[in-house]
């Protein structure tokens, strides 16, 4: 088994100020992309050494509205939301072609976007709390 990890990240806003004058004196990346790469970290993943056990990172960002920072923290959580959207928009045409020539005949970029499609209702939209597969 292993480990459901929820972390909460408390004071987002002061982190990033160090991030920024931090990368600024050493000219260095931007502090946006470091910010990116952390929240994109979340995942579910199998254990090294024995794929049976499974386990997960989810990270809740703690943000002050009043604070810059927080347009930053939005948009590069929105960005996952508009891309699900998408995606869930293509399924239209997707299963209409399917019905004419099967999944077969696809193309892999179409295979592999209805896998994602599948997914993204399967394992995202439909998440319950109280399910015990889902907690």
């Not at 502090?31 to 024995?50: K, Q, W």
């Not at 299963?95 to 993204?120: F, N, P, Y």
Request: aromatic letters at 8%; charged letters at 30%; hydrophobic letters at 40%.
């Amino acid at each position: 088994m292993g480990y459901y990890v929820p972390m909460k990240v408390d004071s987002t806003s002061s982190w990033f100020e160090v991030l920024r004058e931090i990368f600024g004196r050493l000219a260095e990346t931007s502090a946006d992309t470091r910010l990116a790469s952390f929240y994109e970290r979340t995942a579910r993943v199998r254990c090294l050494g024995n794929p049976e056990r499974e386990g997960s990172l989810s990270i809740v960002g703690a943000i002050d509205f009043a604070d810059p920072v927080t347009a930053a923290t939005l948009s590069i959580e929105r960005k996952h939301f508009q891309v699900c959207k998408e995606i869930l928009q293509e399924e239209g045409d997707l299963s209409d072609i399917v019905q004419l020539v099967g999944r077969a005949s696809l193309a892999e970029t179409d295979k592999i976007t209805l896998e994602v499609l599948r997914m993204i209702k399967d394992d995202f939209i439909q998440e319950n709390g109280y399910s015990s597969y889902d907690k």
